[in-house]
Every structure is written in C-alpha cells, then in structure tokens.
C-alpha cells in the first residue's frame, strides 16, 4: 500500500515555469517506476512523462524539450518540472506508481493537482 502526495500546482501566465513534487509513503519508492499524467476537461488522461526504477525516461510528443522528469529516492519524492507552459498544458496533473518487484504489481494514484496556464 502506497499513498502518493502532490503539491507545487498553481496558476501561471503562458511560458511560465512550474515545479510539482509527488512524494510517496513506504519503504518501497526505490522498486517504484513513477510517471506523471494529465487529464483537460472533457479529455482522456494522458501519459505526459515517465521515469524508471533505473532513472530512464520517457516522454509525450507534447512536451518533449520543455519538461524534465526526476526523481529523488532519499526523499520518495518524483518530481515533474515544467518550462515554457501553454494554455494547452491546463489540466489536473496525477502523480502515478507501479510496483516493479512485488506482486500483484499494483498501481497507485496521487489526487492530482490543478495546473492553470493563462495566455
């Protein structure tokens, strides 16, 4: 059992730079691989990053070369920075965990949070 907390959601003007922490409970965040979704109004979520147990990334076409996915496992902590943010980035951002070595691999969810971006 994981439960996943988010903060550093807000409003911003377009090009603008946010940076969202999603720290996890537990003992087990190292064997954790962790991404972040989104979800917009009336959309789909939506993978928009992701990172593994070994530190690789992966990334949506929509914001290749503008946000950058890390992790910091001394403080359970994922985080998502996002630079050069469009109005169409808006949505509510989840933090996201899956088991990588127990099973049932179970996948866990943060209860998102609010990212505003005004033109």
């Known amino acids: 059992q994981v439960q996943l907390v988010e903060s550093g959601g807000g409003l911003v003007q377009a090009g603008g730079s946010l940076r969202l922490s999603c720290v996890a409970s537990g003992n087990r965040f190292s064997s954790l691989a962790m991404a972040w979704y989104r979800q917009a109004p009336g959309k789909q979520r939506e993978l928009v990053a992701r990172?593994?147990?070994?530190?690789?990334?992966n990334y949506a076409d929509p914001v290749k070369g503008r946000f950058g996915i890390s992790r910091d496992n001394a403080k359970n902590t994922v985080y998502l920075q996002m630079n050069s943010l469009k109005p169409e980035d808006t949505a509510v951002y989840y933090c996201?965990?899956?088991?990588?070595?127990?099973?049932?691999?179970?996948?866990?969810w943060g209860q998102g949070t609010q990212v505003t971006v005004s033109s």
């Open positions: 996201n965990a899956r088991e990588t070595i127990i099973t049932p691999q179970y996948e866990y």
């Open positions: 990172i593994t147990v070994g530190r690789i990334t």
